[in-house]
């Protein structure tokens, strides 16, 4: 196993020079850059020649091939340049916004894991009866509305009309109890529940189904007739066969909900890699695009190889040589 992870980690490095080499050309082929705007102010004069100077001194005259090459070489010196827009190093936004982002993203998951399954083993057990007709037909209304959808319905109910929960930000300012374990909480829940219920809608529906083809087997039927109750055959035995294919989706769910989280953190205002990305992509700063694009890529890559570990953990069958 240890092999096959090593190795797992090796091929990881050509897929994301790809990636970014991808993302490099089609970033530079947008109109405009991070220093056009200068043009617009009033206060500046020969805005041009101040363009010039400021393209040369980030690099931006060069050759596309040289400019790739300086980014690769600072890359591996641990340096991600420094942002356009915030006249920060890249690292620094990075250490402030990523965290924020996976608090959200494991949270959602979370949320994901501990009702998805359960629900869609308990639909089940009780197949065509009025739990899981009434729970299936929520599942698909939840999964059938998009994520950005249920944050606006989210925000009118508990924010607006009940005025339980805040809507934007993750602390509530200049109050005393800012910052507080409770505080934070309370602006989490938003937008982790939008973020996570069209995925618990898909988890249970997928959960059924694979509970469903597992139940009717013949070493269903013998654990039940040795007594054993209902719950301990279901969440012992059949689900621990049902639960490979959930568990190949949450390897593709890692890097999803980190992309997902890119529309639900602007829509919340929460500050993390999706509003930096946005904000990046919008003024063209070109530093923070490829370091934003460098982690998401990463975790989808880091995702799919916890999901190989996660199957082989699963079923003994499976060995990687």
């Given at each position: 196993m240890?092999?096959?992870?090593i190795?797992?980690?090796?091929?990881?490095?050509?897929?994301?020079i790809?990636?970014?080499?991808?993302v490099?050309?089609?970033?530079?082929?947008?109109?405009?850059?991070?220093?056009?705007?200068?043009?617009?102010?009033?206060?500046?004069?020969?805005a041009?020649?101040?363009?010039?100077?400021?393209?040369?001194?980030?690099?931006?005259?060069?050759?596309?091939?040289?400019?790739?090459v300086?980014?690769?070489?600072?890359?591996?010196?641990?340096?991600?340049?420094?942002?356009?827009?915030?006249?920060e190093?890249?690292?620094?936004?990075?250490?402030?916004?990523?965290?924020?982002?996976?608090?959200?993203?494991i949270?959602?998951?979370?949320?994901?894991?501990?009702?998805?399954?359960?629900?869609?083993?308990?639909?089940?057990?009780?197949?065509?009866?009025?739990?899981?007709?009434s729970?299936?037909?929520?599942a698909?209304?939840l999964?059938?509305?998009?994520?950005?959808?249920f944050?606006?319905?989210?925000?009118?109910?508990f924010?607006f009309?009940?005025?339980i929960?805040?809507?934007?930000?993750t602390?509530?300012?200049?109050?005393?109890w800012?910052?507080?374990?409770?505080d934070?909480?309370?602006?989490?829940i938003?937008?982790?529940?939008?973020?996570?219920?069209?995925?618990?809608?898909f988890?249970s529906r997928?959960?059924?189904?694979?509970?469903?083809?597992?139940?009717v087997?013949?070493?269903v039927?013998?654990?039940r007739?040795k007594?054993?109750?209902?719950?301990?055959?279901l969440f012992?035995?059949?689900l621990?066969?049902?639960?490979i294919?959930?568990?190949?989706?949450?390897?593709?769910?890692?890097?999803?909900?980190?992309?997902?989280a890119?529309?639900?953190?602007?829509i919340?205002?929460?500050?993390?890699?999706g509003?930096?990305?946005?904000?990046?992509?919008?003024?063209?700063d070109?530093?923070?695009i490829?370091?934003?694009?460098?982690?998401?890529?990463i975790?989808?890559?880091?995702?799919?190889?916890?999901?190989?570990?996660?199957l082989?953990?699963?079923?003994p069958?499976?060995?990687y040589?």
């Amino acid at each position: 196993m240890a092999t096959y992870i090593i190795r797992r980690l090796l091929g990881l490095i050509p897929t994301l020079i790809v990636i970014t080499i991808i993302v490099f050309i089609l970033m530079h082929l947008m109109p405009g850059n991070a220093f056009l705007a200068l043009t617009q102010n009033p206060h500046i004069k020969d805005a041009s020649v101040v363009i010039q100077r400021k393209e040369a001194a980030a690099g931006l005259n060069l050759p596309l091939w040289q400019q790739y090459v300086n980014w690769v070489m600072n890359l591996l010196h641990g340096n991600l340049g420094s942002s356009y827009q915030y006249q920060e190093p890249v690292s620094r936004l990075i250490g402030f916004s990523l965290p924020n982002t996976l608090t959200l993203a494991i949270t959602a998951e979370i949320i994901v894991l501990l009702i998805g399954i359960p629900m869609g083993v308990l639909q089940a057990s009780r197949v065509n009866k009025g739990f899981d007709v009434s729970t299936s037909f929520i599942a698909v209304l939840l999964y059938s509305i998009p994520g950005f959808v249920f944050a606006l319905f989210l925000i009118y109910i508990f924010s607006f009309t009940l005025n339980i929960l805040p809507s934007f930000g993750t602390v509530t300012p200049a109050v005393p109890w800012s910052g507080d374990l409770g505080d934070r909480i309370s602006h989490l829940i938003l937008p982790a529940l939008a973020l996570s219920l069209p995925s618990v809608a898909f988890y249970s529906r997928l959960t059924r189904g694979n509970t469903l083809q597992v139940i009717v087997q013949d070493f269903v039927r013998t654990a039940r007739s040795k007594g054993l109750r209902d719950g301990r055959v279901l969440f012992r035995h059949v689900l621990r066969n049902a639960i490979i294919p959930i568990i190949t989706q949450f390897g593709f769910d890692i890097g999803g909900l980190f992309s997902g989280a890119v529309l639900i953190e602007e829509i919340f205002t929460w500050p993390g890699m999706g509003e930096l990305t946005v904000s990046a992509n919008l003024n063209r700063d070109y530093p923070v695009i490829l370091a934003t694009t460098l982690i998401f890529a990463i975790t989808v890559l880091i995702g799919n190889l916890i999901a190989d570990i996660l199957l082989a953990v699963a079923d003994p069958r499976i060995r990687y040589n």
